[in-house]
């Protein structure tokens, strides 16, 4: 897709579906429970995978490129007595691990096999009941991990308690789930690195209505634009109080980019306003371990910016979509900007001139693809495999019309 060198509209109105994480929580909670209306559920792909694998009565469930999906069915699956599934997806999905999860549910009594490679999809997992009650996890691993387990916890006859073993990496999204589980009534507490659920009397939760939250993380492109922009954007529908992780971004932005954040809490609409005469940092050093998600797209502000960076706790970057330290080493070195990246970091070398006809590749990654469009606000360029964005954001490129004019 070429994007050519746009100017951003003021005051413009964005409205984004709901919130991937909170979404997809909620759809193994409904499967399990079946007492839960969900509103403004999330239109991406993700979401539509997880759907439309939890309605099927299918032994071989592919969910393509939707990791979460696979981490959450992974347990959901563990606990269908007596059914039989196969669970794959992608190319990519198979080369993305999943050995801790596995280990912890087989700890647990659960009968699952690796198909092809040792601690990769796919897997066969026979459902079975589960009676233990304790089981140690590696605290340094994805937080979906631990999601996936939480998710299961209040179905099983004796609940589930797990010790996080080691420094707990992207806590809030942990804090995320357990919070949704406190809302429908299932009883959590995390004390220092231990998580207790309890279980359900009966199985069953009162009927709950449950609006999703628009999504933080699709939220921080707009951040981007904004910053880069300096023109005023409206976004709905988002809460004051997130639990999402990724609502971070409003603090870093202002922080840092001079964009301030205020929220219309009857319309539950957040406004993004440039401060006028911000002074931009030296240099930004930051830890984003509880929001790595959103690091691609403040490496792009930066870079544009011209704002040296150094940016920590990006290990699980490695096995996302695609290895996304190395695609932003690659990529933003068409902007301009040289980096040095580790197994958890990203530091920025050098500013030097942008190349000309930029060609940005997404390695199918749809963060990729929408942390390097706010760059048409400096000049043209072209994103390749545009529609990798469904996978969170089908409807990205359509807003983004709203907000640009050549």
Aim: charged residues 25%; negative net charge.
């Amino acid at each position: 897709m070429k994007l050519e060198k746009s100017k951003l509209k003021g005051n413009k109105t964005i409205q984004i579906s709901g919130s991937k994480s909170i979404s997809n929580r909620l759809l193994i909670l409904e499967s399990l429970f079946k007492n839960i209306k969900i509103g403004n559920l999330s239109n991406s792909q993700d979401t539509q995978l997880l759907k439309k694998a939890l309605s099927e009565n299918s032994e071989i469930v592919d969910i393509h490129h939707a990791g979460t999906a696979m981490r959450f069915l992974t347990s959901y699956y563990s606990i269908q007595e007596g059914k039989t599934t196969i669970l794959t997806g992608s190319g990519r999905m198979k080369e993305r691990p999943i050995k801790n999860l596995v280990t912890a549910l087989q700890n647990l009594g659960v009968a699952i096999e690796y198909l092809e490679n040792e601690g990769f999809p796919p897997l066969k997992i026979i459902g079975r009941k589960i009676t233990e009650t304790k089981v140690d996890v590696p605290a340094n691993i994805s937080s979906q991990f631990i999601t996936s387990l939480l998710l299961i916890a209040g179905k099983l006859e004796n609940g589930l308690e797990i010790n996080l073993v080691g420094e707990v990496t992207s806590r809030s999204y942990i804090e995320m789930t357990l919070d949704i589980l406190t809302k429908f009534g299932i009883k959590n507490s995390f004390v220092g690195n231990t998580i207790k659920v309890e279980p359900i009397i009966n199985h069953q939760l009162p009927t709950i209505n449950y609006e999703v939250e628009s999504d933080w993380s699709s939220a921080s492109y707009f951040y981007s634009f904004a910053a880069l922009g300096r023109e005023t954007i409206h976004l709905k529908s988002f809460y004051k109080e997130s639990t999402q992780g990724d609502s971070a971004i409003s603090n870093i932005y202002e922080q840092f980019f001079g964009v301030k954040t205020t929220f219309t809490e009857d319309e539950h609409k957040l406004t993004l306003q440039p401060i006028e005469g911000f002074i931009f940092p030296e240099k930004i050093v930051l830890d984003m371990n509880n929001c790595p998600d959103i690091a691609q797209t403040l490496c792009v502000t930066a870079s544009v910016l011209r704002i040296p960076f150094e940016i920590s706790g990006l290990g699980t970057l490695r096995v996302k979509e695609t290895d996304r330290l190395l695609a932003l080493y690659n990529e933003l070195k068409k902007l301009g900007t040289e980096t040095e990246i580790t197994d958890s970091t990203i530091k920025s070398i050098s500013f030097n001139e942008a190349e000309d006809n930029i060609s940005i590749k997404t390695y199918q990654d749809h963060r990729m693809a929408m942390s390097f469009a706010p760059f048409c606000l400096i000049k043209e360029l072209n994103i390749e495999d545009e529609n990798v964005v469904e996978k969170s954001y089908p409807m990205f490129w359509e807003d983004l019309k709203i907000l640009l004019e050549k």
